[in-house]
């Protein structure tokens, strides 16, 4: 293929913030517990309809982390918002329900080697693990999600197979996965790379929700954004302030930024339901919080006058 393809857009997109977990796991600076509540608590007031709270793994491994019970247990939940966290294994699972975690987020590579580097386990350990995951969260009553790492390329190996990429979702749809996410770990996805993924994704699974999230790394993360878009995928993960990215692989920094991602949306007439300016507040203090500049563009450069005077106009 050698050309983009287009179909209609979507004239609305669900963003999953994942910035208090994919992006503070990047992070150098630990923020303090209260400090990611209220964090998590500004995020509540944009809009979102999704916030991905933290990550349940060992915290010699991922130390930013060690804390999301203690954070579980302040955020104000806010009715209509999903509030989900990620968990490697049975034991994580188990901790994330026991924290009141709306939706389990499981997660596998795949690449074999980034599986290792990640969870060090292999895929088909992994796979086994997710289906003893899946029997714990629904007996709790829960849903369970998937995300597919690496699955545009990985820093190890290279190009990674669609069709293994697919025999990985047929694995977790087969255990009662409700959505599905394909993820560009460390950026090395491109416009007709996401097309062609997507497009057989579609070809195998007609009726799945399908999820994209997409980094920045080498500058593509909203252009391959677009070409998800063209694609009709209307479910995408992003980081408030485009901060984070996976501490397990080189050359990953750099999440879809969510004020960016929600300025690029608007502008195109694409409702997302989420505060503009609201978001922009959230990235400010995010940068006071950490110290240092957040990698997203809007903040530096600001609204576009014609939108701010939109987005700041009563309904």
């Known amino acids: 293929m050698t050309v983009m393809e287009s ?3 979507p004239t609305f997109v669900h963003i999953r913030e994942v910035g208090p977990r994919d992006g503070l796991q990047n992070e150098p600076v630990i923020l303090s517990t209260a400090q990611k509540v209220k964090l998590i608590d500004m995020l509540s007031a944009t809009g979102l309809q999704a916030i ?5 793994v060992r915290p010699q491994q991922v130390p930013q982390m060690a804390d999301t019970e203690a954070v579980f247990a302040g955020i104000k939940r806010h009715p209509g918002i999903t509030y989900s966290a990620i968990a490697p294994n049975v034991i994580g699972a188990r901790r994330a329900l026991a924290a009141g975690a709306d939706v389990v987020q499981v ?3 795949a690449s074999e080697s980034h599986n290792r580097s990640n969870v060090n386990m292999s895929i088909e350990q992994s796979l086994t693990q997710v289906a003893e995951m899946a029997a714990l969260v629904h007996g709790a009553g829960k849903p369970f999600d998937a995300v597919v790492s690496v699955a545009f390329g990985c820093p190890f190996e290279g190009d990674v197979p669609v069709e293994r990429v697919l025999d990985i979702c047929q694995r977790l749809l087969d255990v009662g996965a409700e959505q599905l996410t394909l993820g560009d770990t460390t950026g090395m996805a491109h416009p ?5 993924v997507v497009r057989a994704f579609r070809a195998r699974f007609p009726r799945q929700p399908l999820r994209l999230h997409l980094h920045s790394a080498r500058g593509a993360g909203l252009a391959n954004l677009l070409a998800g878009l063209q694609m009709g995928v209307d479910l995408f993960d992003s980081s408030i302030g485009g901060i984070g990215g996976c501490p397990f692989a080189p050359g990953a920094p750099g999440n879809l930024c969510t004020e ?3 300025h690029l949306l608007h502008e195109m007439g694409i409702k997302t339901g989420l505060n503009l300016p609201a ?3 959230t990235a400010r203090e995010l940068e006071r919080m950490l110290g240092h500049e957040v990698p997203g563009q809007t903040i ?3 609204i576009c006058k014609h939108l701010r005077d939109r ?3 009563p309904p």
């Open 7 to 9: 179909a209609p857009l």
């Open 260 to 262: 960016d991602v929600v």
């Open 300 to 302: 530096k450069a600001g």
């Open 279 to 281: 978001l922009m507040n």
């Open 107 to 109: 997660f596998l590579s």
């Open 52 to 56: 991905e709270v933290g990550a349940f």
């Open 311 to 313: 987005e700041t106009s």
């Open 192 to 196: 007709l790379l996401v097309q062609e």
